[in-house]
């Protein structure tokens, strides 16, 4: 039997037998190196096993330093490149110089050296820099694929155009003719659109209300409950795939390793990818860094535009291996049995779910105003909203994180679309769409909250950019899409993802004319306005304003988060917020719809621990 | 397993509950009865629809609000028909969800409900009066009911969904009856005990450890309080905040921010309701003599042999019994203020919540024996008693259609003509577009639904009636007056006081053309 440089740390008694039988177990099933199994499944520190390396003879080169001859690496193929942690260097006067993981690994010398027809001279490179060379230079089919898949095979789900002609042509249209209309009878028309405009947000605020009231019947209703998750037998597992798609969070990494390691299933069936940009080196680094075991594998996702997370997650899924497949930020602290419920939970559920989210919540709720309100928002969108709209049959934008694919229903989608800003919500109205499923979990990922007012507005810019983008999209031909969702999805979709940004967009001139009417009491408004729709303005205003501090405080419910109701108060002050993003983002739609605006994560001062043991002593 | 009665069943006992009220809404009508806050409301729809002044203000302002909106819908049939096809409308939905509920949520079957709801809804007769009058009751019956469903169906799930569900409808029956504003003071109490259920706090100990703990451990404390504060916010919320809206948007539109209660113009109750004052001569052997403090609780309760039938077998938290006796401190409140006759409403409202507690808190399993008997026995007697408030009652339009509904001869008899349709009849006849009538619709507005068309009529919602007033040959050739012995009097500009003014101050010379009890008809 062929060995391999964990074979001569168990004989130096570096490492046990058994873990050398379970690292191989797992080098079988996922079709690795036995190094790689180890190293990426917390069998074995990266120092550890670099000490023992230049004890046995094998310095680390840095590869990423060398000159390398992309004749060889060209011969082969990324995939195994990337399973078996090797790299062609160049050929030297004694054969071709090979970097590798494991440069004792006589099953890839011999594979080699068959391969290349040569004499194989094998030196030790770090795994990572291997795995950053090899996707850097062999990764281009694959990046290329998941950024233009998408719109290769779907065009008509593609973002890539953010306004399609026939759209143009009517935004202007309806520019132009409001234009003619302010000619011909300038206060009819500003009555028109101003009752249009009002009329709008209460509508949309009471659609969201009916949802949210649709939701709060079944609040207390578990999907799965604690005995059917206790009753799972870990054999019967399927291999679940987890990406980490993650940019310069390298504070983050030795947290996300604790994080992952507290989910309750069995660690030789998590596939988990640590998804690290080309120029990344800070998380490269913070990897490399770490004293302890990891328990994820990384990937190089190669520099191609858009630099966007989907992009990155497209790229991860020809490595994937899961029948299942989920997503979380490098902060998430999900729930310990969630993996295991969505397992319960797909299995009692008709084949035409494909996709199934689960809650997001905070963990630093109560650090300030904007981490209190963005906890309330949370709570009645992922606790009411997302049931509610499940109930009404209607398409469900999926959250940012926690969403649970069936890995080949997700392929068979398309995947996600690396042009828009919000990709899961545009994967889900596509769910919709190609007549598959959305179920909700009843189980709960923290996350951290944005505490610092710029960096909330950055977000929430790209996501109300992104519920444009796939506003636009979906509704190039609204014809068909009423065909294919049917008018209650058709319904839902635009008050849901259209209303929502149009709201924000038109709170601020309702809030003016308010205002205007209220403190300055202009007599030029009130002939432009005749009293009967100031009348109706000031009640959708008013009523609109009142309706949603109510589902907000509707919001603590389900969590026990009663201290948090009177902050439901100010939440015309946070919807102004929501304002300048949403305008943010209409200009960023216009100038730059594919920038993906970075948030910055890591800047909580509380810690999940920190704030459960504030809780517990209040 | 409990026998259910099939869903298509109480669909098709509803629609003969619609059946059976239009029959009786139609005979009553045809003898000659017709509820003056009906008749406000149809002159309000008709004002709506008829003119171009004051839309806003009429759609704006007319309290009780959501009666009113609700009729609008039935006004393409008519507008005196409208509030009484809402009055049907909001009764039967009552109906529907009383027995959809013993029918759902019950252990009853329906060989016990179906009786008893059948019985009430078919015999009471202050239900066939708040179906059949075109009242707001009816609607505010519905949304009673439906507030006190929500709690009870809030405090078998403990949802939130039945927390908010019941401040929507204790925000809508507020806007039937702004009297309930007061109701928001019976909740305070049990609120808390109410937030300490929804904690697990030793749900195994009795109750006294539970409080125990709650109060004297720090950290239970704090989560109590934040229950309870989020839950008086959530379901006082909604009523002050649509109480707030309404009287910013009368202060905005009519320059006082309690114009939809103390306006005549824009409330029934301002000139419908008879104050004490003027029925104190009525005092011997009628329901007035009740309406004080404690005793009315008792009269009322006593005048409901159902729930004291239903309180008999009533085992419940003690929320759960502050919340059955909420009513009745919503009732010491009223009457501290109120100085006018307390009507039908304000005793069936207890007939309402026995309906409530027998279906969401009476096992029929316990002593069963005893429960069906006593049960049938109270329908019956509450029949009984509904008939004896009607007898006793102080009410003039309650005693004419106890007395119309009651003498079934009349029913076919050659239609009756009422005073308020004879004048419009009258007014018909002699008036035309140059020859206008003036009219006060604060007193008027029972005249204005039986009018042929508004444009022979000059009103205060028009601009020019002010002009008009001060010298009526201006604007009309004829005036509508109201008498000394008019009720509505004191109401209208156009009385007998303000005619006496008008002769001396410009010499008018008004000839009567016809003088009804309270009503006369001068020419200028």
């Not at chain 1, 990155?312 to 979380?328: E, K, P, V």
Request: glycine share 4%; aromatic share 16%.
């Amino acid at each position: 039997m062929p060995l391999c440089g964990l074979h001569n740390m168990v004989t130096a008694g570096l490492f046990s037998e058994k873990k050398l039988q379970d690292a191989e177990a797992i080098a079988n099933d996922y079709g690795y190196a036995t190094i790689k199994a180890a190293l990426n499944f917390g069998f074995l520190t990266r120092k550890e096993y670099v000490g023992f390396l230049e004890e046995e003879g094998f310095p680390l080169i840095d590869i990423r330093a060398e000159e390398l001859d992309l004749l060889y690496l060209e011969q082969c193929d990324l995939q195994h490149l990337n399973a078996f942690l090797y790299c062609p260097v160049r050929m030297e006067a004694d054969g071709l110089l090979v970097a590798a993981g494991d440069p004792m690994d006589e099953k890839l010398i011999a594979g080699l050296s068959s391969k290349f027809d040569c004499p194989i001279k094998m030196v030790a490179a770090s795994d990572l820099d291997i795995t950053w060379l090899v996707h850097k230079y062999r990764g281009e089919y694959y990046v290329k694929e998941a950024v233009f898949s998408l719109m290769r095979k779907d065009p008509e789900s593609s973002g890539i155009i953010t306004f399609t002609d026939p759209q143009l042509i009517s935004i202007f249209g309806m520019i132009m003719l409001f234009f003619v209309l302010l000619v011909v009878n300038f206060v009819k028309t500003a009555i028109f659109f101003n009752l249009l405009l009002s009329v709008t947000f209460l509508f949309a605020i009471l659609f969201k209300l009916f949802l949210a009231l649709r939701g709060s019947q079944s609040e207390l209703q578990e999907s799965v409950t604690k005995e059917e998750v206790m009753a799972v037998d870990n054999s019967t597992l399927p291999i679940y795939t987890i990406l980490l798609p993650v940019y310069k969070e390298d504070k983050l990494i030795r947290k996300l390793i604790w994080n992952l390691r507290a989910l309750d299933y069995p660690r030789d069936k998590l596939d988990v990818k640590l998804l690290i940009e080309e120029d990344d080196d800070k998380t490269l680094n913070a990897v490399r860094a770490l004293d302890f075991p990891a328990n994820f594998e990384v990937i190089v996702v190669p520099f191609h535009m858009p630099k966007t997370k989907p992009k990155a997650c497209n790229y991860g899924l020809f490595f994937s291996r899961g029948q299942y497949l989920t997503i979380y930020d490098a902060e998430d602290i999900p729930d310990a049995d969630q993996l295991k419920k969505v397992h319960v939970l797909f299995n009692k559920l008709t084949p035409d779910y494909v996709v199934l989210q689960g809650a997001l919540n905070y963990f630093n709720k109560n650090e300030n105003f904007l981490t209190r309100m963005f906890t309330l928002e949370y709570s009645y969108w992922f606790d009411y909203m997302l049931t509610g709209l499940q109930t009404v049959d209607t398409p469900i934008p999926l959250g940012g994180t926690s969403n649970h694919f069936k890995l080949d229903k997700l392929i068979e989608l398309g995947a996600w679309d690396p042009f828009n800003v919000t990709e899961d919500a545009d994967l889900g109205v596509r769910v919709f769409e190609k007549l598959y499923r959305i179920g909700v979990v009843s189980s709960t990922t923290l996350e951290e909250a944005n505490n610092e007012p710029f960096n909330w507005i950055r977000q929430r810019s790209r996501w109300i950019k992104g519920y444009m983008q796939t506003f636009l999209v979906h509704m190039r031909n609204p014809a068909h899409l009423v065909q294919r969702i049917g008018w209650k999805g058709f319904f839902g979709f635009n008050f849901f993802i259209g209303g929502t940004s149009v709201t924000f967009l038109v709170y601020p001139v309702l809030l003016m004319f308010f205002f205007v009417y209220l403190i300055f009491d202009l007599t030029a408004v009130k002939a432009l306005f005749p009293p009967w729709v100031l009348y109706v303005g000031i009640f959708n205003f008013i009523a609109g304003n009142v309706l949603m501090i109510y589902i907000n405080m509707l919001a603590v419910f389900k969590r026990r988060y009663y201290e948090l109701i009177l902050f439901a108060m100010l939440n015309p002050v946070y919807w102004l917020m929501h304002s300048i993003a949403a305008y943010k983002g209409l200009w960023q739609l216009i100038y730059k719809p594919f920038y993906w605006e970075k948030t910055n994560h890591g800047l909580t001062k509380m810690s999940h621990s920190s704030a459960a043991a504030a809780a517990s002593t209040t | 397993m409990k026998k259910k009665l099939p869903g298509h069943i109480i669909r098709i006992l509803s629609l003969m509950m619609v059946v059976y009220y239009l029959f009786l809404s139609w005979v009553t009508h045809r003898a000659g009865f017709d509820h003056s806050e009906a008749l406000f409301l149809s002159e309000k729809l008709r004002l709506l629809f008829e003119t171009d002044e004051q839309t806003l203000l009429i759609l704006g302002t007319t309290f009780p609000s959501i009666p009113f909106l609700s009729s609008i819908v039935f006004s393409p049939l008519g507008y005196l028909f409208a509030p009484i096809a809402c009055s049907i409308l909001f009764t039967v939905l009552l109906f529907y969800f009383i027995l959809m509920d013993f029918n759902e949520d019950s252990s009853f079957s329906p060989r016990l409900f179906l009786p008893i709801v059948l019985i009430i809804f078919i015999l009471h007769p202050g239900i066939i009066y708040s179906a059949t009058s075109g009242r707001s009751n009816a609607a505010s019956f519905f949304f009673f009911y439906m507030v006190y469903r929500s709690f009870f169906k809030f405090y078998q799930t403990q949802t939130s969904f039945y927390l908010s569900m019941s401040s929507i409808f204790l925000s809508c029956l507020i806007f039937c009856n702004f009297n309930f504003i007061w109701l928001l003071i019976a909740f305070f109490p049990f609120i808390v005990l109410v937030s300490l259920e929804g904690l697990k706090i030793s749900k195994d100990q009795p109750p006294m450890n539970q409080y125990f703990e709650a109060i004297n451990i720090r950290s239970q404390r704090r989560k109590l309080t934040n229950r309870t504060v989020a839950i008086y916010i959530v379901i006082f919320m909604l009523p002050f905040g649509a109480a707030g809206l309404f009287y910013y948007l009368n202060n905005t539109h009519a320059a006082n921010g309690v114009y939809f209660l103390s306006s005549q113009y824009a409330n029934w109750r301002v000139t419908g309701l008879d104050f004490i004052d003027g029925l104190l001569e009525q005092f011997a052997d009628t329901n007035l003599r009740y309406q004080t403090q404690l005793v009315f609780q008792g009269y009322a309760l006593l005048l409901t042999p159902l729930l004291i039938g239903t309180l008999f077998f009533f085992r419940g938290k003690l929320y759960e019994t502050f919340t059955v006796i909420s009513p009745f401190i919503w009732m010491s409140v009223i009457l501290l203020s109120a100085r006018y006759y307390l009507t039908i409403e304000y005793y069936l409202f207890l007939l309402i919540l026995a309906f409530t507690i027998l279906i969401f808190k009476i096992s029929s399993r316990h002593k069963k024996g005893v429960l069906y008997p006593v049960l049938i026995i109270a329908t019956v007697l509450n029949i009984g008693t509904g008939i004896l408030y009607f007898k006793r009652t102080n009410d003039v339009l309650e005693t004419q259609f106890y007395s119309v509904l009651t003498n079934s001869k009349t029913w076919f008899e050659p239609r009756t003509e009422s005073e308020n349709a004879r004048i419009a009849r009258f007014i018909n006849e002699i008036a035309d577009e140059g020859n206008k009538v003036l009219l006060d619709d604060a007193a008027a507005y029972t005249i204005v639904p039986y009018l042929e068309s508004l444009k022979k009529v000059v009103l205060p919602l028009q601009e020019s009636f002010v002009t008009v007033v001060e010298n009526p040959p201006l604007g009309a050739r004829y005036m509508v007056v109201a008498k000394r012995v008019n009720k509505l009097h004191n109401y209208t500009v156009l009385n007998a006081y303000n005619l006496a003014l008008m002769q001396k101050r410009i010499n008018l010379q008004p000839l009567m053309l016809l003088e009804t009890d309270n009503w006369v008809v001068y020419s200028m």
